[in-house]
C-alpha cells in the first residue's frame, strides 16, 4: 500500500519520458518525476520517496525531504493566505495548506505557526491544522517516567514552556528548572520527570538522578583540562552562571563536584575548582 505523507519503499516498474513509475507490493503506482530520479535509476530498483498530492492533487512522488510527516507537528511560515486558507512551506514544492477551519486564529502571511500535518479522509488530501490539542493524548500514556523524548516547545508562560511530547503528548517544563530561555517552535530532546493524573507530563532537560552524575563529572573534568586546569564555579555559583558554562542543572553540579572531591580529582576554593 502507497501510504500518502509518509516514506515509501517502492520499485521503479517503468521508466518512460516523464520519469518513473514506482509500485507497491499491491501494484498501486504513482509516478517520480524525472527531476526527482537518479541518474542512474533502472528497473526494479527499490527507491525510497515521500508521497504526497501534487497541485492537482494526483499522488506524486519525490526525494526531497518534508519538514514533517503525516501525524507530527512542526513550526512552519506562512506564504500566502487566499479564500482556501493559509499555504505554509513545509519543505516540498507545493506547498501545505491549513484550511480556515483548522486555524485557531486566521493566519498571517510571513507568520510562523506550529501545525500537524493530517490526512483529510473526506477528500483524500494532506493538509495541516493549528488547533494543536485535539490531536494531543491524555488518556493513553506512551512514555515512562525517565524516558528520553522529542520535544517541540509550543508556548511560553510565567509557569514554564509548554511542549508537545514525541508528537503526541503534551508536557510542561518549568521555568525555574530550564536554565536557559527556549523558543517557541525549536525542538530538543528531553526525559520525563512526572505523569500527572490529568494527562499531562513533567518534563525535565536533563536526566533526573544518580545517572546523570558520572557524565556530568566527567564533563567538569573535561572541561578543567580545556581551562588549564581551573574552573571559576563554587558550589555557591549562580545556576544561570553554571549553566552557561556547563549546560547542567546546579543541583547536578553540585553533585558532580562532590564525588569528584571526595575521588581527589579536583580542590575546591572560593575562587573555584582547581584539577589535581
Same mark, same amino acid.
Given at each position: ?6 516514506y515509501?519503499?517502492?520499485r521503479?516498474d ?5 520519469g518513473?513509475y514506482?509500485v507497491d507490493?499491491?501494484? /498501486?503506482?504513482?509516478l517520480?518525476? *524525472? !527531476? ?6 533502472e528497473?526494479d530498483?527499490? +527507491? $525510497? &520517496? ?9 499522488l ?7 519538514k ?5 507537528f512542526?513550526?512552519l ?5 487566499n479564500r ?25 502571511i510571513d ?9 483529510d479522509e473526506?477528500? /483524500?488530501?494532506?493538509?495541516?491544522? *493549528? !488547533? ?6 491524555i488518556?493513553?500514556i506512551? +512514555? $515512562? &517516567?525517565?524516558e528520553?523524548v ?15 511530547v ?9 521555568a525555574n ?17 512526572n ?15 544518580y545517572?546523570n ?6 564533563q ?6 580545556? !581551562? ?13 552562571d553554571?549553566y ?12 558532580a563536584i562532590?564525588g ?10 572560593e ?6
Open positions: 500500500m502507497i501510504t500518502l505523507g509518509e515509501n519503499l517502492l521503479i517503468r521508466i518512460l519520458d516523464q518513473a514506482l507490493e499491491e501494484e /498501486n503506482d504513482v517520480l518525476p *524525472n !527531476k526527482y530520479m537518479a541518474e542512474n535509476a528497473v530498483d527499490e +527507491v $525510497e &520517496v515521500f508521497v504526497y498530492n501534487d497541485s492537482e492533487d494526483r506524486i512522488a519525490t526525494n526531497l525531504t518534508p514533517f510527516t503525516l501525524n507530527e512542526a513550526f511560515q506562512v506564504k500566502d493566505v482556501f486558507g493559509a499555504f505554509l512551506d513545509w519543505g516540498l514544492e507545493k506547498e501545505i495548506l491549513v484550511p480556515f477551519s483548522e486555524q485557531n486564529q486566521r493566519m498571517e507568520r510562523w505557526y506550529i501545525v500537524r500535518l493530517l490526512l473526506k477528500t /483524500n488530501r494532506l493538509v495541516a491544522s *493549528n !488547533k494543536l490539542n485535539k490531536f494531543l493524548e488518556d493513553f506512551s +512514555v $515512562e &517516567v525517565g528520553e522529542d520535544l517541540l516547545v509550543t508556548e511560553r508562560s510565567d509557569l514554564g514552556y509548554t511542549l508537545i514525541n508528537h503526541v503528548h503534551k508536557g510542561l517544563a518549568f528548572e530550564t536554565f536557559r530561555e527556549l523558543n517557541v517552535g525549536e525542538s530538543l530532546t528531553g526525559y520525563v520527570k505523569i500527572r493524573e490529568d494527562g499531562k507530563i513533567d518534563i525535565s532537560l536533563q536526566k533526573q538522578g545517572e552524575v558520572e557524565p556530568s563529572a566527567m567538569i573534568l573535561e572541561l578543567l583540562k580545556e !581551562k588549564e586546569g581551573f574552573l571559576a564555579l563554587t558550589d555557591r555559583s549562580q545556576p544561570k553554571i552557561a558554562q556547563l549546560e547542567m542543572s546546579k543541583k547536578t553540579f553540585k553533585k562532590g569528584l572531591y571526595k575521588k581527589k580529582l579536583i580542590r575546591m576554593s575562587e573555584g575548582i582547581y584539577l589535581l
